[in-house]
């Protein structure tokens, strides 16, 4: 009795502390549930809604781009995307290889792409491959069963039926990166969404892209689809009118053939761009895939720069279609008259050395108008001389040379117009005179782009008066409304008389009219060509080289060919500029591309070809 007593007195004891430990035990499994269900719980069922319910994005489909015509350039098509849910392949890791199996791609690629994607929410799809075949979305369809976390989604991709027509002023589409998605205040992006990255596609992102759908979709415990439960449609995008014609885009594309350069064909009293070419080009439905690495590093290594649009960017000397500007700022500042003349020898004797004329026996002496038609340098060397590179360097930037022109597309280059204050501050040093004979035929310091010369001689056309250059006419939502409208805005009149303008204009028609012309290689039946030649030096050539040794130089030192006109002459409808890289002569590399140009667009046609005798075989070599 005693010992059981006993037992009762100790059991109580511990007793009491069983009580406290159970206690304790509930207090802190009510502790845990109220910070699940309270503090956590409406974390905790976002993510079990994740687990049940799943977002499908619907991407909207992007604004087509349309010639002024109306002829599609760029539309979307539908694309077979594969997608894998990294969560759901946790319970199920055959799947990356099974896939990998049916897609021809090493699972290790498939798991990289995986493990790459940081920034992912839970349960969001990782693109595997794009765009595949038939063949390829039959086998995944008919193995989806067996394979939790495979999504085989349709969206739309960017077409371009064209290939790489006008490829520059298009531009192209590319995954959405980090800083862009920081960037983007206005739009909301995910992370992989396309986005314009170049060209008209870059410019005009907010109005080319849609607003996008998605849907809602409930699936069981391996990832597998049970039903829909909600759909947001997508809205698509605005279409965009160019203002190309798509039959002189690709005449232009053809005339150059080869050839590397630019061409701009703009409208001079609208500043409506009707064509825009640089060669090489580039594919730009490239990028709206993955682009793979070797087509990367092809483009990127290509010395002839590919994905440099050189119609704005490219920076190159003016060569002789700069004479247009010695001639104003000798005529508006009296320094000469049209009548003023100088005696050509092929030569020009300036300090220690001698400034040649591309016509070896020299022109004799001439006057401005034949000074200009025939692009006598030794002439232009006496004008410059006389009115300094000071005065020069004014009458250039009044027509817009050395600063952008403000053309609505990216990375548009300014060029450089030297002056003797320019050479002062960048150098330290003064500027020499014998610089000034250089500048005058447009070598030297000075640079342009294609499209700052095309503004310049749309100038002369149009006494003075500049457009802005525009890529776009109008926007239309996909119920054919237009929303905007880009009027022709006039950007300068440069203060230049009408009587100098008058000169220049009969100088630069006998240029491409005149028996001995220069641009003789542009001359039409039906419509008077004005125009001007050009050819600009790379490096600096030795005293006895002679023209017909050119083909001796390698290539990436050859002159730059160029020529720039306008159409017709009494009322001009077109302008074009057109630069050959490394082409040699502007009679003969560049004139005769820019005549396609304005046959095309003017109908007209082509004088009948000069007999045997009649054609002076120096003009070959004209600059």
């Known amino acids: 009795m005693e010992l059981n007593t006993q037992r009762m007195e100790d059991f109580k004891g511990v007793y009491k502390y069983l009580i406290i430990f159970i206690g304790l035990a509930f207090f802190l499994i009510f502790i845990r549930l109220w910070s699940l269900q309270v503090i956590k719980g409406s974390d905790l069922r976002r993510l079990s809604e994740n687990n049940r319910i799943r977002l499908r994005e619907n991407p909207a489909d992007r604004g087509m781009l349309l010639d002024r015509k109306g002829r599609i350039l760029a539309h979307n098509r539908p694309s077979f995307e594969v997608y894998l849910v990294p969560e759901d392949l946790k319970v199920n890791p055959g799947v990356v290889t099974e896939v990998g199996r049916l897609l021809n791609i090493p699972p290790e690629e498939i798991e990289e792409r995986l493990r790459t994607q940081k920034q992912r929410a839970p349960f969001k799809p990782v693109k595997i491959k794009s765009d595949i075949n038939w063949n390829e979305m039959v086998l995944l369809e008919s193995n989806r069963v067996h394979l939790p976390g495979l999504i085989v989604d349709v969206r739309p991709r960017r077409a371009y039926d064209y290939g790489e027509l006008a490829s520059h002023l298009i531009g192209y589409l590319g995954e959405i990166d980090e800083n862009e998605l920081k960037q983007a205040k206005e739009a909301t992006y995910r992370m992989g969404a396309l986005t314009g990255k170049y060209g008209v596609e870059y410019r005009w992102e907010n109005d080319l892209r849609g607003v996008d759908g998605g849907r809602q979709i409930e699936v069981d415990a391996l990832g597998r689809e049970i039903r829909p439960l909600g759909t947001v449609e997508p809205f698509p995008g605005n279409n965009l009118i160019l203002t190309i014609d798509l039959d002189l885009q690709q005449t232009a594309e053809e005339a150059f053939q080869d050839k590397n350069g630019a061409l701009i064909a703009m409208d001079p009293k609208t500043g409506h761009i009707l064509a825009m070419v640089s060669k090489p080009s580039f594919p730009p439905d490239i990028f709206a895939r993955n682009i793979l690495q070797e087509e990367w590093k092809s483009l990127v290594e290509n010395p002839h720069h590919p994905l ?16 247009i500007v010695t001639a104003i700022a000798g005529l508006e500042s009296g320094m000469i008259t049209p009548n003023t003349p100088f005696h050509c ?170 028996p001995h012309g220069t641009g003789w290689t542009c001359s039409l039946k039906e419509v008077k060509v004005a125009g001007k030649t050009g050819t600009a030096q790379v490096i600096r050539l030795p005293a006895n080289f002679k023209k017909g040794d050119m083909n001796r130089v390698p290539l990436k030192f050859r002159d730059h060919a160029w020529f720039a006109a306008y159409a017709p002459f009494e009322d001009p409808k077109i302008s074009v500029a057109v630069l050959v890289e490394h082409g040699g002569f502007g009679a003969s590399a560049a004139a005769p591309i820019a005549k396609k140009v304005i046959a095309k667009y003017l109908n007209a046609e082509s004088p009948p070809p000069l007999k045997t005798g009649e054609e002076p075989s120096d003009l070959d070599y004209a600059d």
């Not at 649009?309 to 279609?321: F, R, W």
């Not at 034949?370 to 027509?399: M, T, W």
Request: net charge positive; proline share 4%.
């Open 308 to 323: 440099q649009n050189k119609g704005i960017q490219g920076q190159y000397p003016a060569g002789s279609v700069f004479k």
């Open 345 to 514: 020898t092929g030569a020009f004797h300036y300090g220690n050395r001698d400034f040649r004329c591309w016509k070896q026996g020299g022109h004799g002496t001439i006057s401005l108008h034949r000074a200009i038609v025939e692009s006598c340098d030794v002439y232009f060397y006496q004008v410059g001389l006389k009115v300094g590179v000071d005065l020069i360097a004014h009458y250039a930037n009044e027509f817009g040379l050395g600063k952008v022109v403000g053309i609505s597309l990216p990375h548009e280059k300014p060029g450089t117009v030297p002056s003797s204050s320019w050479k002062k501050k960048r150098f330290g040093i003064p500027w020499y005179s014998g610089e000034t004979l250089s500048f005058s035929v447009g070598q030297g310091y000075l640079n342009v782009t294609p499209l700052q010369l095309l503004m310049l001689i749309s100038g002369v056309a149009n006494g003075g008066k500049q457009y802005l250059p525009q890529v776009v006419e109008r926007v239309e939502n996909i119920y054919g409304e237009k929303l905007k409208e880009y009027s022709p805005v006039e950007l300068r009149r440069a203060n230049v008389s009408e009587k100098t303008f008058q000169v220049i204009q009969e100088a630069l028609r006998g240029a491409v009219n005149d």
